[in-house]
């Protein structure tokens, strides 16, 4: 962890017209700067650098930020990596928290295995080029791949001596110790322990890396023919390598997949090399194994879109299957390709030319239920048992969401494909989401008894209010120390920040932000209310917690920029506070209040809940009080608001 005040330091060092400087071009216009995005294709500069706001953003795609937050996103870094990469700019020692004794006994393991792989790495690499059998053996048979020379430099391919104790030998002569050898996996000691020997001798070898670039393990395939043998050969799991957290050449990936906006999903390590040589760059591998929850969140961290490609035979699809579940259930966009019968990404993108192979994966790459449901409904058009099992099963993968909206799609896409109602389909998920908190939560009321109907109780039992809640959020960060006018009680004028009035109205209502993190920044911001010289901007911007200063940074300028003739005529928003906020607030309320109704609306129109009269009319009754405040927002609202 590094201490507030070094990060301080840092960020009040950092000009952030130098930082993009290094990755732009960049021209001077007006106050500011102007140059190509850099997280998207363009022919016109849309993307500003502000000085004296020290901010960056593009006004075609919305990207930027301050300092840190451009650098994780350019360079998919870490916040700690962002600011130790600034302060090794400004000539700032940025340390991490002091370590216990354990702790830094367990560092010095690691980078002392990190140290072994990278010494390694660089071995395989030498005799591969240089060693006799390298060259005959190994280099011959990436020849025979079709790999070009930049390519086998660019993945940082090798070869392992096929003498049994050539790197261990080698290794030991170097000064690195027998433990992290046998730690890294680079040697292990035979059965009767008395000899140790490479793990990877007379293999060809495929350095894993990690996001940053760091060598945490090797795969190593076998080039005979011998059946008692493992075709390939991998390091086995270590303080610094966790299978299940890496994906095979994400390394020399994530640029090509942040400004593609996609990445294709593949199985092993000449899949993504062949790919890579043929042009397409934005794809990784699972290594040859079933996809695991850590490599899809880190595959996450770079794309929401995700297009598995896998091979065209039994297998191949099988694969296809096991993965689409765990994908969607993160919240990924999944599209499938499979290739002709017979074919994998390596054979196919050897035998066409690039423009051939993307025209390809274009025209057959399908949404996920469309390759399900095609493929399921093979042999079961006229049994009514395997259609069940049919719906059953992509029933299962739409209910595993999480985004309502992306899931309705599917539903209704689902019902219209199989020739279903929506509601068998509904009814099916809602089993399969049920849970004893869950059903509590369906039968509370609403509160009664008060001559207005309120919404106090709608925020803890409704879905978040996204696009509502940022919005006033934003006010919080841009003018979150701002004062306004308002009327007290006893009918007064007086003056609160903000942020205060913002909270003030929330709580007349019993009402809060959904998400924890706004609340936080809310909490904060009044906090720090009437303290000298306080900005919320600033504050937010370079808030040391990365969530709130990456969301900060991305609302804290306008989505859009005005001409110079409309900058004539506009008002800017600090003079129209007053106006701003409470409107804000009051569509905050509304949308809790409407996604509520349609809940009940939804909930009421179940077969089960007809059969019931009393929760039928107790549903009724929450209906019509739901509508009469809907009905009392709209009025304050005006035409902003057409009820139907």
């Known amino acids: 962890m590094i201490d507030k005040n070094t990060i301080q330091r840092v960020l009040d060092a950092t000009d952030i017209v130098d930082v993009v400087k290094e990755f732009v071009t960049l021209r001077k216009s007006g106050a500011n700067y102007k140059g190509l ?23 075609s795609c919305g990207k930027g930020g301050n300092a840190v937050s451009f650098l994780m996103e350019l360079e998919q870094m870490t916040y700690p990596e962002a600011i130790k990469w600034l ?83 080698a290794a030991l002569a170097h000064g690195f110790i027998e433990e992290y050898l046998v730690k890294t996996g680079l040697s292990y000691r035979t059965e009767e322990g008395k000899q140790l020997v490479d793990r990877f001798h007379g293999r060809v070898i495929f350095p894993v890396h990690t996001v940053s670039g760091k060598v945490v393990a090797f795969g190593g395939r076998i080039l005979g023919s011998d059946k008692k043998l493992a075709k390939y050969v991998n390091s086995p799991e270590s303080e610094i390598y966790s299978k299940s957290h890496e994906l095979y050449g994400l390394y020399q990936a994530k ?17 993504v090399i062949s790919m890579h040589q043929s042009g397409i760059e934005n794809v990784v591998a699972s290594s040859g194994t079933s996809l695991t929850e850590g490599q899809i969140r880190l ?7 995700i297009t598995v490609l896998y091979d065209g035979d039994a297998a191949g699809i099988k694969a296809s299957l096991r ?8 919240g990924l966009n999944i599209k499938v390709l499979l290739l002709p019968d017979g074919e994998d990404p390596d054979s196919f993108a050897r035998k066409h030319r690039p423009e051939e192979l993307l025209a390809y994966m274009e025209a057959n790459q399908v949404d996920f239920i469309r390759f399900k449901t095609d493929l399921l409904l093979k042999g079961a058009e006229n049994d009514p048992l395997k259609r069940a099992e049919l719906i059953d099963d992509i029933v299962g993968s739409i209910s595993v969401i999480p985004n309502n909206i992306v899931r309705q799609t599917y539903i209704q896409e689902c019902a219209s494909r199989l020739q279903v109602g929506e509601d068998l389909i509904v ?25 207005t109907p309120s919404p106090a109780p709608l925020l803890a039992q409704t879905a978040m209010v996204n696009r509502e809640e940022e919005l006033l959020v934003t006010m919080v960060v841009r003018y979150g120390e701002a004062l306004i006018h308002c009327a007290a009680d006893d009918g007064e004028d007086e003056q609160m920040t903000v942020a205060q009035y913002i909270d003030e109205q929330l709580r007349e209502d019993g009402m809060e932000l959904p998400s924890p993190l706004c609340r936080q920044m809310l909490r904060e911001a009044i906090d720090h209310a009437g303290e000298e010289g306080w900005s919320a901007l600033n504050y937010f911007c370079r ?10 940074s991305r609302i804290s300028q306008p989505a859009y920029s005005l001409s110079s003739g409309q900058q004539a005529q506009y008002v800017e928003e600090q003079y129209r506070l007053e106006e701003i906020v409470p409107r804000l607030l009051h569509d905050f309320k509304h949308a809790v209040v409407k996604v509520r109704l349609k809940e009940k609306l939804r ?25 009469q405040i809907e009905r009392l927002f709209a009025t304050v609202l005006g035409d902003r608001v057409i009820l139907k």
């Open 299 to 305: 595959l996450h961290r770079f794309t929401e879109q």
């Open 543 to 552: 808030h040391p917690q990365p969530a709130i200063s990456q969301l900060a």
């Open 87 to 169: 302060g090794r700019r400004a000539g700032i020692e940025v340390k991490d928290k002091e370590l216990t004794d354990e702790e830094r006994a367990r560092q010095s393991v690691r980078e002392s295995m990190f140290a072994v792989n990278e010494w390694a790495n660089r071995f395989f690499q030498d005799t591969l080029r240089n060693g006799v059998d390298g060259v005959a053996q190994g280099m011959a048979y990436f020849r025979s791949r079709g790999f070009r020379d930049d390519t086998i430099a660019k993945f940082h391919l090798g070869f392992a001596p096929v003498q049994r104790t050539a790197l261990t030998d």
């Open 37 to 59: 995005c850099p997280f998207h294709n363009e022919k016109t500069p849309s993307f500003t650098v502000s000085p004296a706001r020290q901010m960056c953003k593009c006004f």
């Open 323 to 330: 993965g689409i579940d765990m994908l969607l259930a993160e």
């Open 603 to 627: 909930e009421l129109q179940q077969p089960e809940v007809a059969q019931n009269p009393e929760r039928y009319t107790q549903l009724l009754k929450e209906c019509m009080e739901l509508t």
């Open 255 to 271: 640029s090509a997949i942040v400004k593609r906006g996609f990445c294709f999903l593949v199985e092993g390590y000449t899949d």
């Open 427 to 451: 009814n099916e998920i809602n089993k399969r989401k049920a849970s004893p908190r869950q059903a509590d939560r369906k039968t509370a009321a609403t509160q009664t008894g008060q001559s």
